[in-house]
Each structure stands twice: as structure tokens, then as C-alpha cells.
């Protein structure tokens, strides 16, 4: 009898792995949540960084705008104790020992006539160029650099200084715009300025080198000479819509070799807005002053290579009659004034490539290396003593001469740094207290007697101006154009 043989058990089910995957797709989605998470928290936690920085560089660039101010100011005060004491050596000397210097000293690059003896009787230094206006003096003054400031000196960023409990850096240029080229063309016929002007454009762009700006077409299709350029220059500023025409004369043929009149423009029968008719974009000429440099993109002939060539060079921003400021360090500019004041301009000597290193190294000299202004005819003096003729009357200190020994107005260019975050700010400063005034308005911000700023405007709350309007005779300037970035 065969056994029983015991029959098939039951299938049982075998495990899938549901469980497993429901735990897996739940970790990856907590896992992604927790990672938007913390990069949302990140990303906003970088983000206040981020505005508290900015918020600290942008403070730390007024600082120093007002830091330069504040050095403009005593400057001011220099200035005008330094006039103040030639006019009094004046009165007691009668003139004898101004005399007696240019006697002594005729013919030598230091002296420049009875004016250029009196000046140099009465040195005036120049102390926002020997200031360093930065947060590198606060620091060297109130305490030592941590980390953090000697990492960003070793970068080349601002010096950083602490302030409070955190730690950054600000900077800042001064340039005398009076030193550059006057672009704006509004001088009055009758004050003898509009040629010199005129006659300091031409030197600026009369080099055959800068023959393709003008050589090109613009966007519109039109091309425009020199001429052209200080026609428009001249009728962009002008009260009038007819345009101008140019009384400069070339008698040698050269680019470089013109005669300007005193009086360059003459009353035109076209349309001055006949440039800007052309294209998608039409506008009028706005007979009216320039605001800004970058405005001077809107004149026909401006093009953003000529911008780029001679932007640095250029200002908007003097007073109407202002005049050519000749105590400059750059090489170009003192050539161009040299030019202006020899006589006939046309010198052989002025082509030699030599000479711009002589008359670098001449006025150094005199200069001190910077430390001292010189006076006009003192420049003249220098010119004359490297062998180059100059006009009688630049040797002598004559109101009627379009040079002058300072400047009205200042660009203060500003940086502030703190953390990654850095902050620019554009300023320009002048102490003219008539410039871009209208009739019976007070008078600048800063001087004494002033009516405090209007709100909303860089100058409202400013410890400077405020601790200044204190201080009878002392002006920290007013603000006429103010850029962040």
C-alpha cells in the first residue's frame, strides 16, 4: 500500500517592496523640501547681508564726499588768507619789493613779472591734492586694521577702517575741473573767454591722430568735422534757434596751425536744429547749459568714441566766465595751455618730443612738486625760459588774461565698501555762489548766513553743512550734480 503523499501547499505572497518605496519617495521629498529650505533661507539671509552692506557703503561714499568737502573748505580758507595777506605785503611794500624780485630774477623759469614775484612772495599750497581722503587716515589715526581690512588693502580695495562693530573702506578723487576743457560755450562775447575756449577745444582735437572720430559716420548717417562739432556745441547752449557760423581761420594749412578772434561766432541764417532732424528720434537743441557731461552725448558730433577719448578731459560744470586753470600735472593739458600762450602759436619748439618732458619737469619745479599753485604768469615765465616766445601781456597778472591760479568747482568722485558691496558716488561741488542761480535766491549752502538746504536734497541733514553754516566765513561749496551707482 503506497503512502500518502502530502499535496502542494498554498502559494504564499511574496513582499514587493511597497513600503520601501513609499519610504524613499517620502525622504526625497522631504529631502528636496529641506534643501529649497535652507537655500531660501540662504539666498534671504544674503540678501539682508546684502542690503545691510549696502546700506553701510552707501553712507561710507557720503563720508566721503563730505571728508572732501571739508577739505575744499579749508582750501577756501587758505585761499583767501593767502589774498589777503599779498594784499596787505602789497600796501606796505608799495611794489618795491615785487619789483625788485623781477628784476633780480628776469629770464628764470620761478619768476614771471611783477605778478608772478608777488605770487611766489605769497605761496599757496594746495592741500586737497596732498590730503589723502580715505579711511586709511581714520584708521591710521583712531586704530589698528583687523583682518578683514588687511585683506582687502593686499586686494587693492579702498583701506578699510572699524566702525562700530564692522569694518569697511571708503575713497575718494577731487579734480579741479577748472583745469580741464571748458565744453560749454556760453560766455559772453564782451568778456574775452569764448576764444580761449574755442582756441582750448581746437588744441584738444586738432591732432591728425584723432582724424577717424570725425571721419566716421554717426547713427543717422551724417558726418561732422571739427567745425561742425563747435558749431553745435555753440548753438546747443545759445538763446537763439538760428544757427552759428565759426570765424577761425587756418593759415597754414594745418589742422594744429589756426588764428582764433576774440569773438569766434558770428550770427548764422540756418537751422540749428537741422542735425537733429534726421532719424526715429527727433528733439530740439535746448539753448540752455549743459547739466551733466553725459548730456553732451545728445550734441551732433559727440560720438561715445569721442567720449571715450576725451571724457576725462572735458566739464560742464564751471561758472559762465570762468577761466583756464594753468596748475595742472598732466603733460597734455600743460602743452595745450603752452600752445595758447606762445606767440606766434605756430613755435617749432612746441613740435620737439622733448620739450612736453622739459616743461613737465620745469614746473614741477617751481611747483615744488605739486605742493604750490602757480600764477599765470609764472606759468608764461617757465614757457619763455625754455625758449618758446610768449604774449607780453600773459607775462603780466591782467584781469583781462583767461587764465587763471584756481578753480570754482570740484568733482569729487567717491567709493564706500563694505562686505561685498561697493558704492560709487559722482559728485561736483562749487563755490561760486552765483553759478546756476537764479536772480535774488539765497546764497550757497555752507556760507555764512546761507538759508539752511531744502529737503530732499544731498546737502538736507548734512553733519558738514550743518557744522560748517556754524563757522562765519567758512563754505563747504553746494552741490550741482550728485550721481550714485
Known sequence: ?????????????????????????????????????????????????????????????????????????????????????????????????????????????????????????????????????????????????????????????????????????????????????????????????????????????????????????????????????????????????????LAVSYPGGDGCTFVVPANPFEKGFSDENRPYDHGRDRYRAKNARFDSLAELSLVAGVSDAFLAAFGDRLTVYLPREAKINVNTSEPSDQMRIAWMMAEPAAQPLLLDPAFPQKLQRALSDVRMGGLMALTPPQFAAVVAALGVPVRADYLAQSPKSPFTDRSAAFRIRAFGNAGAVSKTIDAVVTFDPNQNQPAGTAPIAGAAGAAPPAAGTPDAGNPLTTALQGQAGISSGRLIHWREE
Open 1 to 245: 500500500m503506497r503512502a500518502l503523499r502530502p499535496g502542494p501547499r498554498p502559494a504564499r505572497p511574496r513582499p514587493r517592496g511597497a513600503a520601501l518605496l513609499v519610504v524613499m519617495v517620502s525622504l526625497a521629498i522631504l529631502t528636496a523640501l529641506s534643501v529649497d529650505l535652507a537655500y531660501e533661507t540662504r539666498v534671504r539671509l544674503q540678501i539682508a547681508v546684502n542690503g545691510r552692506d549696502e546700506l553701510r557703503a552707501t553712507y561710507l561714499a557720503k563720508s566721503a564726499v563730505s571728508f572732501s568737502r571739508l577739505v575744499l573748505a579749508f582750501q577756501q580758507q587758505i585761499d583767501q588768507a593767502s589774498g589777503a595777506a599779498c594784499q596787505v605785503m602789497g600796501a606796505l611794500t608799495g611794489g618795491t619789493a615785487a619789483a625788485a624780485g623781477s628784476a633780480t630774477a628776469a629770464g628764470t623759469a620761478g619768476t614771471g613779472g611783477a605778478g608772478g614775484q608777488a605770487a611766489a612772495a605769497c605761496p599757496r599750497p594746495q592741500i586737497w591734492e596732498l590730503v589723502p581722503v580715505s579711511s586709511g587716515l581714520v584708521q591710521a589715526l583712531f586704530g589698528e586694521a583687523g583682518p578683514a581690512a588687511r585683506a582687502a588693502a593686499a586686494e587693492g580695495a579702498p583701506p578699510q577702517a572699524r566702525f562700530g562693530d564692522f569694518e569697511g573702506g571708503f575713497a575718494s578723487k577731487i579734480e579741479d575741473e577748472g583745469r580741464k576743457v571748458n565744453v560749454q560755450l556760453d560766455a559772453l562775447q564782451t568778456s574775452g573767454l569764448l576764444g580761449p575756449q574755442v582756441e582750448a577745444i581746437l588744441r584738444l582735437v586738432c591732432d591728425a591722430r584723432w582724424d577717424p572720430l570725425f571721419d566716421r559716420e554717426d547713427a543717422e548717417g551724417q558726418r561732422w568735422t571739427r567745425n561742425d562739432l563747435l558749431l553745435h556745441l555753440r548753438d546747443w547752449v545759445d538763446d537763439d534757434e538760428a544757427g552759428s557760423a
